[in-house]
Every structure is written in structure tokens, then in C-alpha cells.
């Protein structure tokens, strides 16, 4: 097990269960190593799990099954603690995965406790997101009512590991954001620098609000953390936001350089949309991009220089597989290279087709690297290369966290979404979100 405390490490998690997590080597293409139990791994060592049941998580009462969704992570200022923020299908659960007394040191995960979904009976409770601003985090449900859940994070420093089920391991939420209508969303993004934050798939009691189209954008000020305030809108027919990415653009388009930039992936859409959401009272449309085979927009992050907007597209595969002579379409994981210099007029500046099997879902941009969750293929790391005309994407690590379905993960059933879900590069460890557990 490396101990290298400048290796970057991620969580993950998947729609049916562990967090995991990882360390990735920073050399590039890794040599293979034998992890947990993952024996399909290059590059990265397995360093701890929590299963569902050691999270706390519930099987639903109406699909009788457990899942994990999207994931983040924070450090302590006051500790150097790291934690592990997860969206259940039980509600949000809180893991340590590392100790600050001892950076850099590989960790046994500890389960802290979990803030409880409002309603176990839904489908909607399949997805959670969740992001973090200064010491809370922010975290939001297609549960309808359950409102932007807020929770402050230093509750965390000191708290011993508890017994999942027991009275100790429910944590309460210490404010929730349910004005203007506010009904659920499918994502948040958070702008540190400007205290913003934005519900991404947004949807308001009907009658509350005429003007707002669902799936729309509801952006917030965060100035007082507990009680945040409607500033502004993306609204629209054509707006079927699914995620979002929130930048002060710093990139090679001179007359956009300082603005607060927000990159839009917007589903069944089929496009890219880029905004200037400096006035979050009026943003501005600066380009909406389309791409050969698109099916549905999904998630995507900014290069650290601005340059390009790297994204994938949660369906494409799919019908590459039902429709093989379109030359449009993929039959295995494709990620796209969208080139920002001209933020009013992008374009594509390349692809990279996994050698695995699967769908990709979220991905993170960290330094020269893609973190990307891949569901039946587990997490894969890519990295970004310069070329003379641009950047390319070759793979330079995997795990496999799904290693019981190896010949089943196109058929298009259920178990192909089975996997990581989400990804978190944290300062030493890669979190994953597979469906079924959690892994460092």
C-alpha cells in the first residue's frame, strides 16, 4: 500500500452500494496491483470500504434494494480530517477516511452518522447530490418537500464512529431551504468565491412561481449560510438542466476573464449550454453546443486552464449498441473534448472511447487527470495529454468495483447501472460511490 502523501485519492460510490477508497499513483500509466476485492486493477491501490449496511442504508420499501448516488468529500481546517459526504437512498451518511493527526496515512472508514431522507416510499430517493461551502454542506433530493438540507460539518471533528441503526446515528439537519416555491432538484453546484449556489433540474409547486419552466436553474446567495435567498433564474423550453459547473473564468477568452461562468449539461436537450452568470438576476446565454451523437447530456468539468470543457454522455453507448452502422454513435463509453477558448463559439476538439464495456456517469477534472465513474466498470483515470492542436485522453488507471457482472455490462437491464456512480479526488485518496457500497 503506497503511503505517498501527494497522491490523489478517490472516493466513489454506485447506484447499489459501497464507498471505496482509492489511491491513484501521479506517474501516469500505473502497473498493474492486486486491490481488496478488485482483482481488475491497474494503478490504483484499494485502501477500505463501507457497505450498505455498515452506512446505515435501508432497502426501499417499494423496490426492496439499497443504493448509494453522488458523493463529495471535506477536510477539516481544524483537524486535517477528511470525510466522506454520501447521498443514500436512506439519506445523507458521513464517513472519516482519513486522520489529520497523520496525513497521507491509509485509514479504516468510520461511519459518523446519517441525516435521514424524509420519505422512504418513492422512487425519488434514488438521487441525492451534494456539495459543500465553507464548513456546511448543501445537499438536495428529487424527494419532493425535502428541501436544500443544510448541515454544518465541524459536528464531525471529534465525533466517534457509530453503530448504523442505532439512536447515536441519526443526525438532524440544522436548516433546510424550502422558500419561493421551492418543490426538489436533481443537482446543486456551489461557487465558493461569490457564496452561490445553484439547484440544477429544479422544479416549484405549480402555481408558485408562473415564469419557472421545470428542469430550470434556481440560484441562491449563500451569504447567510442557514438562510439562503432566490437571486435569479435559468429558465426556458429548451432547458433541461441535468448538472452544472460553476467557475470565475480564467481561461483564453480575454473579454470573459474574471466573469463567474457556468458550464450546463442539459440532458434531453442533446447540448452544452455555456452562461455568464455574473448577474445572477440576468444571466446570459453565450452558446449552446450540440455533438454528433448526442442522446442525453450528462455531466461534465472544466480543465483546470479553462481551455476545455470534458464531458460525457450518459446514453450514447446505448443506442450505439441498437443502432452499430451509425457512425455517430459509440458502442462503448465515449467522453467528449469540448474546446472552450471561444466561450461564444465552442467547439469539439475530440473524443475517447473507453476500452471497457459500461456507461460512464459523473467525472472529475483534477490537475492533469479525468476521474470518471463508469458503473459496471468501476472507476477509470484518464489523462489529459497536450497535443499541437489541443489535448487527448488515453486511460492510465482502472479498478474494476463491479467485478460480478464482466460479460453482462451492456445488456440493457437494470444491472447496467449497477457501479460507481460518483467520484471525489480528495488530497490522497479517490472516493467512489458504487451503488451498492462505498470505496476509498
Known sequence: MKTQTNDPAILGHSGGGDLEVKRVPQTGKGMPSVAGPFPDTVGMDFLGQLTNEQLGVDRLIWSGAAFLSDIWGWTSPDTGDEYALIGTSSGVAFARITDGSDPGAAKAPEFLGMIPTTDTQTQRNWWWDLRTYRHYVYYVTEVNGAGVAIFDLRKLDGRSAVEPGTEAAYLEAD????????????????????????????????????????????????????????????????????????????????????????????????????????????????????????????????????????????????????????????????????????????????????????????????????????????????????????????EGGHMDTEPRLPNNNMNYNFNIFAGPWGVFPSSGAVRSSPATASTV
Open 175 to 394: 436548516a433546510r431551504y424550502n422558500a419561493g416555491g421551492y418543490l426538489r432538484a436533481h443537482n446543486i453546484a456551489i461557487h465558493e468565491a461569490s457564496g452561490s449556489a445553484y439547484l440544477i433540474g429544479a422544479s416549484k409547486i405549480d402555481g408558485a412561481d408562473p415564469t419557472f419552466t421545470d428542469d430550470g436553474v434556481i440560484i441562491l446567495d449563500l451569504s447567510n449560510p442557514l438562510a439562503p435567498v432566490e437571486v435569479g433564474t435559468i429558465i426556458g423550453d429548451d432547458i433541461d438542466s441535468h448538472d452544472m459547473q460553476v467557475v470565475t473564468y480564467n481561461g483564453p477568452d480575454a473579454k470573459h476573464v474574471g466573469k463567474r461562468i457556468g458550464f450546463i449539461s442539459n440532458g434531453e436537450a442533446l447540448d452544452v449550454r455555456i452562461y455568464d452568470v455574473t448577474n445572477p438576476a440576468a444571466p446570459v446565454l453565450l452558446s449552446a453546443t450540440h455533438y454528433p451523437g448526442a442522446s442525453f447530456t450528462h455531466q461534465g468539468w472544466p480543465t483546470e486552464d479553462h481551455r476545455f470543457f470534458i464531458f460525457g454522455d450518459e446514453e450514447d453507448e446505448l443506442f450505439g449498441l441498437q443502432d452499430p452502422r451509425n457512425p455517430d454513435l459509440p458502442d462503448t463509453a465515449r467522453t467528449y473534448i469540448l474546446d472552450i477558448s471561444n466561450l461564444e463559439a465552442p467547439a469539439l476538439g475530440g473524443t475517447f472511447d473507453s476500452p471497457a464495456a459500461s456507461i460512464d456517469h459523473n467525472l472529475f477534472v483534477k490537475g492533469d487527470k479525468v476521474y470518471q465513474a463508469h458503473y459496471t466498470a468501476g472507476i477509470r483515470v484518464l489523462d489529459i495529454m497536450p497535443t499541437a492542436t489541443g489535448i487527448s485522453l488515453s
